[in-house]
């Protein structure tokens, strides 16, 4: 039975007969909401997600482009908007600069293809995964499965070519079962591949689950980051695939997690939970919700992650080995009703407060966090290492300033544009957004005053 928890916002699949594993004793304490309310790391700055307020309802998927013309003066910087490519596909997910000034590009329902410095576009890379334009769509939403999500060079690219491209592949098998036939079922999948004459060739899958793990829960929840470190390791996050809280803290699936593998696939010798029984190898950290934001910092060494919590609760995170993030145990939102999140009850997972990592960021009221950089590019010198981090139904990108572990300084620096649901540093460290629109996405870049166009 397919029904939507809240019209427009998500949609919630049940699955007749289907039970949820229970994996531990039913307690959640009066403590575990006292250490919540203890350690708000992002609290400071709060005043600019408190503008949020006035937010509009829905996915603001048609409200207008409000695109500022002429300079915008920041805090540290003064640039202008310049538009690289118009009239993409509604649902697009990510783009990744290339050095030669090439573009590539994701399209869920469409696919991977290359915009070029003019703006001009190729068609969809022949021979790449398949993707479904199968789906509802409500409230400019898409409850569709079978997508092309994150696309990224290798650190390596220029010598060895390879592009990641994390999609999610839809079942073969599966669908051969008897109460699947009106449904497909898709899951988070990472191919490496390479482009000659606009075809993908050479492609090899670095990470994959079994079929049993392929659900036909929409792909909206995937996640669908891909992230690398210096030291030859890829992340991969998987959002709420299996439900909206199905399997999140089970260690046993693919669900809520970010995985950590070789750039070649294998499973590193060092990953956190390697060797124990009835854990996937791949498995870096967990209890994540819709992680949607996935970026490694060389100078420190740390991966960060960006998540959709429910009604509030958007969160930044330091991903540390091994870790417990807490859906769908504890959040600083609440259910779309207004409850308090406390699915440990429901899921009889007892668990101890004080293992659950706590976000760096905070980001309550939820601006609806898509992706996110650390900046270290050499057009806005003052932004290096902090964070830009983009929204969506905010419709506003953020500059974050993080020390250590604390959050010290939040800057709207431009607010109420588009949904933004990928950013990325280009050549000459111009900041790339890709900007959602009912009326067709566009890419954009941040110039700074005086930069060449
Ligand atoms: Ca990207």
Same mark, same amino acid.
């Given at each position: 039975?397919?029904?939507?928890s809240?019209?427009?916002l ?5 699955v ?7 994996r531990?004793?039913?307690q959640i ?11 708000t790391?992002?609290?400071l ?5 408190e503008?949020?307020?006035?937010m509009p ?16 003066e ?8 310049e538009t ?8 697009a ?13 994701t ?12 703006g ?39 010598e ?11 079942c073969?098998d599966?669908?051969k079962?008897?109460?699947?036939l ?10 490496r591949g390479?482009?000659e004459?606009?075809?993908?060739i050479?492609?090899?899958?670095i ?13 909206l ?6 992230a690398?470190?210096t ?8 959002g ?6 199905e ?16 750039d070649?696939?294998a499973?590193?010798?060092d ?15 967990? /209890?994540? #919700? ?8 060389? =100078?420190?060494? !740390?991966?960060?992650g960006? &998540?959709? *919590? %429910?009604?509030g609760?958007?969160e930044?995170?330091w ?6 993030y807490g ?12 409850s ?10 007892e668990?101890?407060p ?6 760096v960021?905070?980001m ?5 966090v898509?992706?996110?950089?650390i900046?270290?590019?050499e057009a806005?010198?003052?932004?290096r290492?902090h ?5 969506l139904r905010?419709r506003?990108l953020?500059?974050?300033v993080?020390? /250590?572990? #604390? ?5 709207i620096?431009?607010? =109420?544009?588009? !949904?933004?649901r990928?950013l &990325?540093? *280009? %050549? ?14 566009r ?5 700074p ?5």
């Amino acid at each position: 039975m397919l029904f939507f928890s809240r019209p427009g916002l998500r949609a919630k699949i049940l699955v007749a007969g289907a039970s949820m594993p229970i994996r531990r004793l039913l307690q959640i304490t009066a403590a575990a909401m006292a250490v919540l309310a203890a350690t708000t790391a992002g609290a400071l700055d709060r005043d600019v997600f408190e503008q949020l307020k006035d937010m509009p309802e829905g996915s603001a998927m048609d409200a207008p482009l409000a695109l500022p013309e002429g300079l915008v003066e920041t805090e540290l910087a003064v640039f202008r908007l310049e538009t690289v490519a118009t009239g993409l596909d509604p649902h697009a997910f990510s783009i990744a600069p290339l050095p030669d000034g090439r573009i590539l590009l994701t399209e869920k329902k469409r696919g991977l293809s290359i915009i070029h410095p003019d703006g001009s576009r190729t068609g969809p890379i022949e021979g790449a995964p398949s993707v479904s334009d199968s789906g509802i769509v409500r409230d400019g939403l898409d409850y569709g499965v079978g997508w092309h999500l994150d696309v990224a060079p290798h650190p390596d690219y220029a010598e060895n070519g390879w592009i990641y491209l994390h999609h999610t592949d839809l079942c073969g098998d599966c669908r051969k079962k008897k109460w699947m036939l009106f449904f497909s079922k898709s899951m988070n999948r990472l191919v490496r591949g390479r482009i000659e004459e606009d075809r993908w060739i050479d492609q090899e899958i670095i990470w994959d689950v079994d079929e049993k793990y392929y659900t036909p829960y929409p792909d909206l929840g995937a996640g669908g980051r891909v992230a690398f470190d210096t030291e030859g390791h890829v992340y991969v996050s998987v959002g709420t695939k299996g439900g909206d809280y199905e399997g999140i803290q089970d260690l046993a699936t693919p669900y809520g997690k970010i995985h950590r593998v070789r750039d070649d696939g294998a499973i590193p010798s060092d990953n956190p939970f390697l060797g124990r029984e009835g854990v996937m190898p791949s498995l870096w950290s967990y /209890g994540h #919700r819709v992680p949607q934001g996935l970026e490694f910092e060389s =100078g420190s060494g !740390r991966l960060w992650g960006s &998540e959709m *919590g %429910p009604e509030g609760g958007d969160e930044i995170n330091w991903l540390r080995a091994g870790r417990n993030y807490g859906w769908p145990l504890v959040s600083h939102g609440v259910n779309y009703d207004g409850s308090p999140v406390d699915y440990g009850k429901k899921l009889g997972i007892e668990f101890n407060p004080e293992d659950i990592e706590q976000p760096v960021v905070d980001m309550t009221p939820a601006p609806a966090v898509s992706s996110f950089i650390i900046y270290e590019g050499e057009a806005f010198p003052a932004w290096r290492g902090h964070f830009l981090v983009a929204s969506l139904r905010a419709r506003t990108l953020y500059r974050i300033v993080i020390e /250590g572990e #604390r959050h010290v300084h939040s800057e709207i620096l431009v607010g =109420g544009m588009a !949904r933004i649901r990928d950013l &990325e540093t *280009g %050549p000459g460290g111009l900041v790339y957004l890709l900007l959602e629109h009912e009326s067709g996405s566009r890419i954009v870049r941040l110039a700074p005053d005086g930069a060449d166009d």
